[in-house]
């Protein structure tokens, strides 16, 4: 046997170091991964002395939306360039690692003041990043210590040093300390405490106050939950409530709070005072339980506080996904009369399809997701994008988190006045709202359809701005159109729209052509008249229209939409209407009994076949157009099959087993066929029966049809 070649040897080592490659490194930006991080940093650490080398662990804030608004595309390109930037200050003996997902580490071979500057100039540059959000990175720093910690060790307390200053836009690193170790309370103390904690009060109730930025007057506040520890002092609802939720203990806490809210409103209404409507919040453990509108509803009465003073505050996450039970909620909810909100939106998972499909009163748009960034303004435009459809959908939005005053000029211009943010104060105990209802003057969050939105200069109709990708992106199958005199006109479609249509036509397409010359009359005319309801009532229509859909590769086809139409805006006599659809053609087809005659009949006509349906609860029998033809049955025969037996068409010998398929259906058999002579004639037929059954398996309808038996065939 040979030995290997040279060149062989060469190639498998090339082989080998490529694999090893690719078990170290990241393939999005080449930078290390876990693994190889362990692998190369051991022998660093090693024989370093303590203090020489510090760990930087940190993870991009609300990556995942970035993500979402952007799409991954844009956030692999937001994360190679980070990894830009942590390779241009790495220096040898330094090693920069994407540990997962967002999260990023560098083990920097510096101290103090240069260590300081590389924490610096990360952030700076990370800032610097071309995306139209601000990019904003919270860093946990660990410094070694004479404590010989493993890697892992090392990471555990960056992290650490990191979850304190999580979420936060102003702090943007912590190092690690001894302290902070010892300070926090770890979560089984927080357990442990929780229940006696409640019991003494030492939960309470804070209020932030909304407040109208176009005329100063107070609107409304939200209930926020402080803890005041007797040695701690106060501890962030951000540190108990995540574990709370995860034991459950967040609905007693949630349902307390909503009890002082109660109890705070009975008192300033006993004293005469003007009260605001104060929001609370409520978990999504809290909303789901069965008896969740109930127990507010007790609350509520035991202090006999008016609904109308009382808001529910829902995450969007808590809503997200969870299908029709939030709207049942939601629905329970204002029968009540309670106004709810939406808290969060816009921090990530957000849908403008959302707020189409649920019922929700309000959004509060968190301002802290949407930081604006000197450079570029992005994120402003993104903001007024997502008031201007949330007035279309006639949603008020309070902005929270509003800290400057250009912030809240900014939302005043784009007609967001509803403002809660430190600007004008922050969460305060509950004698100082009281104080302020009896200084201020209050007023009412008022909804904002406005319709006469000048909608020719909104950057809507640019294929290339950000309300474009909203309505692309976020929303399900929709169009807006022009009405004017008699005339419509589609102005944009999404590509969901066309989509939903399932034509492979473009907007253009679309767009160019009279979109009733879609119509017959009869359509058009059904079409047009939820148009007139929209425009008389002010409020939604639906209509369900059968079109003809034209396309030059498709060919065409009908099919029957069902819209949701709403007016948008008006100026002069021009409407702007806005319709979600849904493609019904399918439901249609099977439920039109209609149309499934029709095709049955011009099936039959050219197979030798006769069909019926027989419907099982009424014995009711719908002959075929050939049945009635050629054995002249009336269009309806009542019980079924004693008329047929009678009339002679079924010979006297089948009578008790053609009975007995009927029996047989009614008890649900799926299908059923025999050769039976058929006619005084005794001609030979397949005879067959299918079963159709409703969503909860009875048996309604059976579908029948016999079939000539030609010689050779059907034996
Ligand atoms: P959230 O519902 O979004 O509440 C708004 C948070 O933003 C509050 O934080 C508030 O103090 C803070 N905030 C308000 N204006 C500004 C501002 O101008 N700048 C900045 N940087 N922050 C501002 P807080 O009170 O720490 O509450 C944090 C979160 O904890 C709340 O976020 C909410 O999700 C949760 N939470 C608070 N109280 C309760 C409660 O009673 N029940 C439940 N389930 N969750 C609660
Ligand atoms: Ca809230
Ligand atoms: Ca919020």
């Not at 608004?69 to 930037?85: Q, T």
């Not at 009869?522 to 929209?534: G, H, P």
């Not at 039976?676 to 079963?691: D, E, M, Q, W």
């Amino acid at each position: 046997m040979s030995g290997h070649s040279e060149q062989e040897i060469a190639r498998l080592q090339q082989i080998i170091a490529d694999l090893q490659h690719q078990v170290e490194y990241d393939d999005v930006t080449g930078l290390l991964n876990s693994k190889g991080l362990l692998i190369k940093a051991q022998p660093l650490l090693q024989q370093a002395p303590s203090g020489e080398y510090a760990l930087l662990y940190f993870d991009v804030l609300r990556f995942k939306a970035i993500n979402d608004m952007f799409g991954m595309a844009e956030g692999d390109k937001l994360l190679r360039h980070i990894a830009y930037v942590l390779q241009k200050l790495q220096q040898p003996g330094e090693l920069v690692c994407r540990w997962g997902a967002d999260r990023f580490i560098m083990l920097a071979q510096r101290q103090g003041a240069q260590l300081q500057l590389l924490v610096d100039s990360i952030l700076e540059n990370l800032n610097g990043y071309g995306l139209s959000l601000e990019i904003v990175c919270n860093m946990g720093i660990y410094v070694t210590t004479a404590e010989q910690l493993s890697l892992t060790g090392m990471i555990d307390r960056a992290v650490l040093a990191q979850s304190q200053i999580k979420g936060s836009y102003t702090k943007k690193y912590n190092y690690y300390t001894e302290e902070l170790r010892q300070n926090l309370l770890d979560e089984q103390e927080i357990v442990g405490m929780m229940a006696t904690e409640l019991e003494k009060g030492h939960f309470v109730a804070y209020y932030q106050p909304q407040y109208d930025h176009s005329n100063g007057l107070l609107v409304g506040a939200e209930a926020l939950v402080r803890w005041q520890h007797p040695e701690r002092g106060l501890i962030s609802p951000a540190i108990f409530i995540p574990i709370f939720e995860k034991n459950g203990f967040i609905t007693r806490l949630d349902m307390y709070i909503f009890e002082e809210t109660c109890r705070f409103i009975r008192k300033c209404l006993d004293k005469g005072l003007r009260v605001v409507p104060i929001s609370t919040n409520f978990s999504r453990y809290d909303i789901y339980q069965p008896d969740f509108v109930e127990r507010l509803e007790e609350l509520r009465r035991e202090y006999n506080v008016p609904v109308q003073y009382l808001r529910v505050e829902i995450t969007e996450t808590a809503i997200i996904g969870t299908g029709e039970k939030a709207n049942e909620i939601i629905n329970k909810l204002h029968q009540c009369g309670y106004v709810t909100e939406m808290d969060d939106f816009g921090s990530g998972y957000s849908s403008l399809n959302v707020l189409r499909n649920i019922d929700l009163d309000v959004i509060k748009l968190d301002m802290l997701f949407f930081a604006k960034n000197e450079k570029n303004d992005k994120g402003g435009t993104i903001i007024s994008s997502v008031v201007r459809m949330a007035k279309w959908l006639g949603l008020p939005v309070i902005a929270e988190g509003v800290e400057t005053v250009e912030q809240a000029d900014f939302l005043r211009s784009i007609g967001c006045n509803y403002i809660q943010g430190y600007l004008y104060s922050r969460p305060v105990p509950e004698a100082d709202l009281e104080q302020l209802l009896r200084e201020v003057s209050v007023g009412v969050i008022k909804s904002t359809l406005k319709t006469d939105v000048d909608f020719t200069t909104a950057n809507f109709w640019q294929p290339s701005s950000e309300i474009t990708t909203i309505f692309n992106k976020y929303m399900g199958p929709a169009a807006f159109f022009e009405y004017c005199e008699g005339r419509l006109e589609y102005l944009r479609v999404n590509q969901k729209y066309l989509q939903e249509i399932g034509m492979n036509m473009s907007e253009q397409d679309l767009i160019q052509g009279d979109p009733l010359a879609f119509f017959d009359e009869e359509n058009s005319q059904i079409f047009l008249d939820a148009i007139y309801k929209v425009l008389a009532t002010g409020r939604e229509q639906a209509c369900e229209t059968w079109r003809e859909i034209h396309s030059s590769c498709c060919g065409s086809e009908k099919l029957c939409l069902r819209s949701n139409i709403q007016l948008v805006a008006k100026s002069a006599n021009i409407y702007l209407f806005f319709a979600s659809v849904r493609n019904v053609t399918h439901d249609k087809q099977l439920c039109q009994l209609e149309t499934v005659e029709k095709r049955f009949m011009s099936a039959a006509e050219q197979a030798n076949i006769y069909f019926w349906e027989y419907n099982i609860l009424t014995k009711e029998m719908r002959p075929c157009f050939r049945c009635m033809r050629d054995l002249g049955l009336p269009p309806l025969l009542t019980n079924y099959p004693e008329p047929a037996i009678e009339g002679g068409i079924f010979p006297p010998d089948y009578a008790d087993m053609y009975r007995e398929w009927h029996r047989q259906l009614a008890e649900g058999v799926p299908s059923l066929e025999a050769i039976i002579p058929l006619t005084p004639n005794r001609i030979p037929f397949h005879v067959r029966y299918t079963t159709e059954f409703d969503a909860t398996g009875q048996p309604i309808k059976a579908y029948g049809s016999a079939t000539l038996v030609v010689d050779g065939e059907d034996k």
